[in-house]
């Protein structure tokens, strides 16, 4: 099956999402629906681009649905629990963060601060799971940027919550 219909099938009808759907040719009407992101002070509109990313950042969802499927990654409802430390893991040797897990980006312990798990994209929206707390947050800022930008706020405003 292709990804859209594998997105449908295991994540989206298995959890109940309301409002989340891979975006496609098939949905181009919608696109300006969606809240636009911006390079600067400059409406970026590449609805093409992003009908084209498919598992590289096609997916479309609400604040609703994305702490849905949060809190049902984190708990395991997706996958087999036991996945959850070799995502942790960071795939490659180095310091750069976030770190990169399979499929994830990882902010590793801190201290006495847990794992952060989760994803970022270029525009602008990041979500992450404290993984000891059992703590979720999702953040955007619409704005055209690097990976790690949002994938730091987002794990920035997960480690100011108080214990």
């Not at 992101?37 to 609703?64: E, F, H, K, N």
């Not at 750069?96 to 006495?112: D, F, I, N, Y």
Request: net charge positive; proline share 7%; glycine share 8%.
């Amino acid at each position: 099956m292709n990804f859209e219909e594998l997105i449908r099938l295991r994540v989206v009808n298995s959890l109940s999402l309301e409002s989340t759907y891979v975006y496609g040719p098939d949905h181009y009407e919608k696109y300006f629906t969606l809240s636009p992101v911006y390079l600067g002070s400059r409406v970026v509109r590449i609805p093409q681009a992003l009908a084209s990313s498919g598992a590289d950042g096609a997916i479309v969802s609400t604040p609703r649905d994305t702490l849905t499927f949060l809190r049902a990654f984190g708990r395991g409802e997706l996958f087999d629990e036991s996945w959850i430390p070799r995502l942790s893991k960071p795939n490659f040797p180095g310091t750069a963060s976030p770190r990169m897990g399979l499929g994830t980006m990882v902010q590793p312990e801190q201290g006495r601060r847990s794992i952060i798990l989760g994803h970022s994209g270029v525009s602008g929206a990041a979500v992450a799971i404290d993984t000891r707390q059992q703590r979720y947050a999702f953040v955007t800022n619409f704005l055209w940027s690097p990976l790690a930008t949002s994938f730091e706020s987002v794990t920035g405003l997960l480690r100011s919550l108080p214990r």
